[in-house]
């Protein structure tokens, strides 16, 4: 019978980034600055947890992440560097 930890690390994995994404959604809609801190804390936090594992998930063959091209990362960090440097006032 295969190992079953593959399978429980990859539930993991989907589930850390869930709570990192709903985390996120959370501070958007937050009625105070301490709460927004809290749930932007949270969703970093389960960010943090969520690298870990997936590196933990490639070292042991369970996980291999899709390849970026160099030419598309060029292409993308200007990008959202821009998106960035353009948001609205009290939004960075």
Excluded at 52 to 69: D, I
Aim: a positive charge; charged letters at 15%.
């Amino acid at each position: 019978m295969p190992s079953m930890d593959p399978i429980i690390a990859a539930k993991l994995n989907a589930g850390l980034k869930f709570c990192a994404t709903r985390f996120a959604h959370s501070a958007l809609d937050a009625g105070t600055p301490q709460i927004r801190n809290a749930f932007l804390q949270a969703s970093q936090n389960a960010i943090r947890k969520q690298e870990e594992l997936s590196k933990l998930m490639e070292s042991r063959g369970w996980y291999r992440p899709p390849a970026a091209h160099s030419q598309d990362i060029q292409q993308i960090i200007p990008q959202l560097h821009a998106l960035t440097a353009s948001a609205p006032v009290g939004v960075r």
